[in-house]
């Protein structure tokens, strides 16, 4: 059997626990007509978190996985197949680096990532990493995008406004999910996001300006993750909503992701790439 060797990057982390249960989780998989595991190879965090020195499995509140949390990265990608990345955009691009010189698989779910950040992550793609990047790993979010994308296109010259909301401790906005979902809509009408999108509104805005697409932000509680795109009409609206109740769903689809990359050249790929959405 073969085996796919995972490091669960920000390990101290929600994210970082939901990958570490996640793969642990996995068994027996058939990966491009051969029976494949997943195991938790390395759990690394940065200095100073209070997870660094604990069981991988004990700190995500599962069995122990004899895997002690580290902050030495280099330790942890040695021998190593895959990373799992939900951390920072600064730590993201140090993994990517490492990812292109040892040709590893790099599941990105980092969100507030600049244009240069995301320049240098295809630079790493380029140079020998299989990276998948998702501002959202969930399934249903995923198709959700795609119906975004063909509503955007089917009606025209609806409103386009994007909603969402999240845990009072996420420090980006909008998420990248919401983010995601705008993409999606500026490419069914084949628009620029960045040249349309409406971020802030306040005071005296004047009217709505034709064909932008906006977005309001909601923070607070512990909220996994709610999004709505609204297309309004001439005597009409159309919702497409989407609520995450567990962070368990972007962890499976990021183990999913990394079991399809595995067997893909380098390059970098998105979740609709894994699901075959291009098709």
């Not at 996001?193 to 971020?199: D, E, G, I, M, N």
């Not at 067997?263 to 790929?269: F, I, K, N, T, V």
Request: some cysteine; charged content about 20%.
């Amino acid at each position: 059997m073969a085996e796919l060797k995972v490091v669960a990057a920000g390990a101290g982390g929600r994210m970082g626990a939901a990958n570490i249960r996640a793969v642990a989780a996995q068994s027996g998989l058939v990966l491009h007509g051969a029976l494949t595991s997943l195991r938790l190879h390395a759990a690394v965090d940065r200095a100073g978190s209070a997870a660094v020195g604990q069981d991988a499995g004990l700190f995500a509140g599962i069995a122990a996985l004899g895997v002690t949390i580290t902050d030495d990265m280099d330790a942890a990608l040695a021998g190593a197949d895959v990373i799992i990345d939900f951390t920072a955009p600064q730590a993201t691009l140090t993994l990517a680096a490492r990812a292109a010189a040892l040709g590893l698989v790099h599941i990105i779910g980092t969100t507030g990532c600049s244009e240069a950040d995301d320049a240098a992550i295809a630079r790493a793609a380029g140079d020998g990493a299989r990276i998948v990047k998702s501002g959202n790993f969930s399934m249903g979010m995923v198709v959700l995008a795609n119906l975004v994308e063909k509503a955007a296109a089917a009606l025209a010259d609806y409103d386009i406004e994007i909603l969402e909301m999240h845990h009072n401790r996420k420090v980006d906005a909008p998420s990248g999910s919401a983010l995601l979902l705008g993409e999606a809509a500026a490419k069914g009408r084949d628009i620029s996001l960045k040249a349309h999108s409406v971020r802030v509104r306040d005071g005296h805005t004047g009217p709505r300006e034709a064909g932008s697409i906006g977005f309001a932000t909601l923070r607070g509680g512990t909220v996994v993750g709610d999004h709505s795109v609204i297309l309004a009409g001439p005597g009409e609206r159309l919702e497409l909503n989407h609520r995450a109740e567990d962070r368990s769903i972007f962890a499976n689809g990021a183990v999913r992701a990394a079991i399809w990359a595995a067997g893909q050249a380098p390059g970098l790929y998105s979740m609709v790439d894994v699901l075959g959405l291009n098709d």
